[in-house]
């Protein structure tokens, strides 16, 4: 029995301190190159890329004539600054505009990513962060918003044929990625505590624990926290489980956490990355919604050879995420410090959870009778299954939009889109109280018309 001791920060100035008991074995081995396609074990570093993350390493006295960047000076823009709303300024004078307008490295600007390392460190404190680098040390790179890191780890890991699990019905995002891969995606019962260690357990005794072979799933996929579109979090108890399952039959899990932030209730759940003993653990993380939905940053933190071989199919891709957009970022986390940061979060989590309340007193006021649904705690999402309905997909396209309504309907999330599904997926973030109410007066209405 190896006990772990996790700090887990939940307000600006007050910390809980628990103990994680994981029946988990020493660390593993990990072959990484199993997990690889054929076209990701494919890739090469790019010589241009690697001289350009050299050059920004180097001191000023470096002359360079090697790189092909444009010159700064023929571009239109000179200074911006930046007003936040508590009345501070970012301030991008014209060196710092310079380098806000050129080429940067990879894996991220320097100081964003050793920010975020030390907050990563802070919230999960990764097992993984004591490993070597071959082992599966703790690794982070910046994406283009966490879409773009998802899409690449698949790419990584799903060759045509391969088995993936995942908890459907899941982000359609998510499906979109993976359909196209030609994969076969096999769904893992799940209900409002998220995947259900039983059904998972289930699924993977048609394979031999001690023989994994070419059809042995390689990835497990799950949305721990407020899922999208259940809004459905994973406990404690379940995730050591599925771990332990990820040990078992040797795969990977992709923790894609978009709303960890938005976790109603205090503390915030331990992650897979906290329990991660082995370095079989990929997550992805998004400022999407707590900064920004349009400066597109995201992370991945993983294992440091997975997290090299995205890093090369990002040097043959985008290059880079916004160098602008990172250095407005960066400027604004430091400036906050941690401790800013996670009182901008407590700011943002406050507005969610009215928001979430607000839509559960009309859900009560209006649908009781008509409707079922579970609190979601975390998340933007209040998932419905409406009763009497087999499916939703006409109500919603057609029906719907004559009472001035929209929803979601729920196939659009599962595995295969054109079965009956009674679901509809109903968003708090951007509605006010008013609104919901009158919204879900009209669902009501009709709901009542369709029975």
Same mark, same amino acid.
């Given at each position: 029995?190896?006990?772990?001791?996790?700090?887990?920060?939940?307000?600006?100035?007050?910390?809980?301190?628990?103990?994680?008991?994981?029946?988990?074995?020493?660390?593993?081995?990990?072959? +990484?190159?199993?997990?690889?396609?054929?076209?990701?074990?494919?890739?090469? /570093?790019?010589?241009?890329?690697?001289?350009?993350?050299?050059?920004?390493?180097?001191?000023?006295?470096?002359?360079?004539?090697?790189?092909?960047?444009?010159?700064?000076?023929?571009?239109?823009?000179?200074?911006?600054?930046?007003?936040?709303?508590?009345?501070?300024?970012?301030?991008?004078?014209?060196?710092?505009?310079?380098?806000?307008?050129?080429?940067?490295?990879? +894996?991220?600007? /320097?100081?964003?990513?050793?920010?975020?390392? !030390?907050?990563?460190?802070?919230?999960?404190?990764?097992?993984?962060?004591?490993?070597?680098?071959?082992?599966?040390?703790?690794?982070?790179?910046?994406?283009?918003?966490?879409?773009?890191?998802?899409?690449?780890?698949?790419?990584?890991?799903?060759? *045509?044929?391969?088995?993936?699990?995942?908890?459907? *019905?899941?982000?359609?995002?998510?499906?979109?990625?993976?359909?196209?891969?030609?994969?076969?995606?096999?769904?893992?019962?799940?209900?409002?505590?998220?995947?259900?260690?039983?059904?998972?357990?289930?699924?993977?005794?048609?394979?031999?624990?001690?023989? /994994?072979?070419?059809?042995?799933?390689?990835?497990? +996929?799950?949305?721990?926290?407020?899922?999208? *579109?259940?809004?459905?979090?994973?406990?404690?108890?379940?995730?050591?489980?599925?771990?332990?399952?990820?040990?078992?039959?040797?795969?990977?899990?992709?923790?894609?956490?978009?709303?960890?932030?938005?976790?109603?209730?205090?503390?915030?759940?331990?992650?897979?990355?906290?329990?991660?003993?082995?370095?079989?653990?990929?997550?992805?993380?998004?400022?999407?919604?707590?900064?920004?939905?349009?400066?597109?940053?995201?992370?991945?933190?993983?294992?440091?050879?997975?997290?090299?071989?995205?890093?090369?199919?990002?040097?043959?891709?985008?290059?880079?995420?916004?160098?602008?957009?990172?250095?407005?970022?960066?400027?604004?986390?430091?400036?906050?410090?941690?401790?800013?940061?996670?009182?901008?979060?407590?700011?943002?989590?406050?507005?969610?959870?009215?928001?979430?309340?607000?839509?559960?007193?009309?859900?009560?006021?209006?649908?009781?009778?008509?409707?079922?649904?579970?609190?979601?705690?975390?998340?933007?999402?209040?998932?419905?299954?409406?009763?009497?309905?087999?499916?939703?997909?006409?109500?919603?396209?057609?029906?719907?939009? !004559?009472?001035?309504?929209?929803?979601?309907?729920?196939?659009?999330?599962?595995?295969?889109?054109?079965?009956?599904? /009674?679901?509809?997926?109903?968003?708090?973030?951007?509605?006010?109280?008013?609104?919901?109410?009158?919204?879900?007066?009209?669902?009501?209405?009709?709901?009542?018309?369709?029975?």
């Amino acid at each position: 029995m190896k006990n772990r001791l996790c700090t887990l920060f939940y307000s600006r100035f007050v910390t809980l301190e628990i103990v994680l008991v994981c029946s988990f074995n020493p660390k593993r081995n990990m072959n +990484y190159s199993r997990f690889l396609t054929a076209v990701s074990a494919a890739r090469k /570093p790019s010589p241009i890329r690697l001289l350009t993350e050299l050059q920004q390493r180097s001191p000023p006295t470096l002359i360079s004539l090697a790189g092909g960047a444009p010159n700064p000076n023929t571009f239109p823009f000179h200074t911006a600054s930046f007003k936040m709303k508590n009345g501070e300024t970012i301030e991008f004078d014209g060196t710092m505009m310079t380098r806000a307008l050129q080429y940067s490295g990879s +894996y991220g600007i /320097p100081e964003l990513i050793s920010w975020m390392k !030390e907050l990563q460190k802070r919230l999960h404190d990764p097992p993984t962060v004591s490993f070597s680098p071959e082992s599966g040390r703790m690794e982070m790179c910046v994406t283009t918003g966490s879409q773009e890191g998802l899409c690449k780890v698949f790419e990584m890991l799903v060759n *045509p044929g391969d088995t993936v699990l995942l908890d459907a *019905p899941t982000y359609s995002g998510t499906l979109a990625a993976l359909q196209p891969l030609g994969c076969n995606i096999v769904n893992v019962p799940s209900d409002q505590y998220g995947m259900i260690p039983d059904g998972l357990r289930d699924i993977l005794a048609q394979w031999d624990s001690h023989k /994994p072979d070419s059809t042995t799933p390689k990835v497990l +996929y799950t949305i721990p926290n407020g899922a999208n *579109p259940t809004g459905a979090s994973m406990t404690l108890e379940r995730k050591q489980k599925v771990y332990e399952l990820a040990r078992k039959y040797e795969f990977l899990i992709i923790e894609d956490d978009p709303y960890y932030f938005l976790q109603f209730q205090k503390p915030w759940a331990p992650t897979f990355l906290s329990i991660d003993v082995d370095g079989r653990v990929i997550r992805t993380d998004s400022f999407s919604k707590i900064l920004s939905s349009g400066l597109r940053i995201g992370f991945v933190t993983g294992p440091k050879p997975l997290v090299d071989r995205i890093v090369l199919h990002i040097q043959a891709s985008t290059m880079h995420t916004s160098t602008f957009t990172q250095l407005m970022v960066s400027q604004l986390l430091h400036s906050w410090g941690q401790e800013g940061f996670l009182k901008h979060i407590d700011e943002v989590v406050e507005f969610y959870r009215a928001q979430r309340n607000a839509m559960l007193s009309s859900a009560d006021k209006w649908l009781k009778d008509l409707a079922e649904w579970h609190a979601p705690t975390a998340g933007m999402f209040l998932w419905i299954k409406l009763k009497g309905i087999k499916d939703t997909q006409q109500l919603i396209m057609e029906k719907a939009l !004559e009472k001035e309504v929209l929803l979601v309907p729920g196939g659009v999330f599962n595995i295969h889109s054109s079965e009956p599904c /009674p679901y509809v997926r109903a968003a708090f973030s951007l509605s006010t109280p008013q609104q919901i109410d009158e919204a879900f007066k009209r669902l009501s209405a009709l709901i009542k018309e369709a029975l």
